[in-house]
């Protein structure tokens, strides 16, 4: 089986575009999206709708999840650029888009795969794994072989190796695209990367393929069209750093 790894795409509706064209000629059986498909980008309907036609296996992420508490109001309106985007995306949601978003679980443990699919960690939606630190934390809060994460917006893997000293992990990153396979024994957490809000340096968007039969996990980088989306979310009145910081991935 091949998996189709999405996350973080961030109401990115063009980049979502460009990494479906380019995935389309990759093959794969089964969309997994790691959450935050709202948040920060000027297209929330339009991602919610194609993942939705897609009918994806999706987790919530923390912007999801912050979507979702100022639509019941359990969460007081800020002036960070997070609840700007948010509550501006919040009105142009139908109680369709909301029942989708709603549907997504916390986890998934895929027993077919052997995986769990969650945002920030194997063990929480919000921590964030971006250092051997955290890392090792994850992995001793956690006893599964394979995960999938998303929301650090950088896509690359953790990897426990047996050495004399015990469980030593080691970090690849991923900045051009890039693929690796599964030691045997080993246990990873492998990250894709961001759809449409790169955080590495890297402006292309980030996506990940892992073929379960081979244990090879793959990133890719896709241009796509970033003025679209910035242009689409200055018109809006979102906050201008949301459309500046597409050009530079950060």
């Known amino acids: 089986m091949r998996l189709l790894l999405l996350s973080d795409i961030h109401a990115n509706q063009a980049a979502l575009e460009a990494v479906l064209h380019d ?46 508490d100022y639509a019941d109001g359990r ?14 995306q919040l009105e142009r949601l139908s109680s369709d888009d909301l029942a989708l978003v709603r549907g997504w679980p916390d986890g998934v443990d895929d027993p ?18 971006d250092s ?6 994850a992995f ?28 030593w ?6 900045p051009e695209g890039g693929s690796y396979l599964v030691p045997p024994g080993a246990r990873v957490i492998l990250n894709p990367g961001s759809v ?11 996506y990940g393929v892992f073929d379960t039969g081979r244990g090879a996990f793959e990133v890719f980088r896709v241009a796509y069209d970033v ?3 910035q242009e689409a979310a200055l018109e809006a009145g979102l906050p201008q750093v949301l459309a500046a910081r597409l050009a530079i991935g950060k």
């Open 23 to 68: 995935a389309a000629a990759r093959r794969y059986d089964r969309i997994v999206h790691l959450g935050d498909a709202v948040g920060y980008g000027p297209h929330p309907a339009e991602v919610l709708r194609t993942l939705r036609d897609l009918n994806v296996v999706g987790v919530t992420g923390n912007h999801d999840a912050m979507l979702l």
């Open 75 to 88: 969460r007081t309106a800020r002036e960070s650029v997070v609840s700007i985007a948010l509550r501006w």
């Open 112 to 129: 077919e795969v052997g995986a769990r699919y969650r945002h920030g960690s194997p063990a929480s939606r919000d921590e964030y794994i």
């Open 132 to 137: 051997v630190t955290a890392a090792r934390e």
């Open 140 to 167: 001793a809060g956690w006893e599964g072989r394979l995960a999938f994460v998303g929301h650090t917006h950088i896509p690359g893997v953790y990897a426990t190796l047996n050495a004399p000293v015990g469980e």
């Open 169 to 174: 992990i080691k970090f690849q990153g991923f």
């Open 196 to 206: 449409g809000q790169p955080r590495d340096g890297n402006p292309r968007a980030s």
């Open 227 to 229: 003025e679209r989306t």
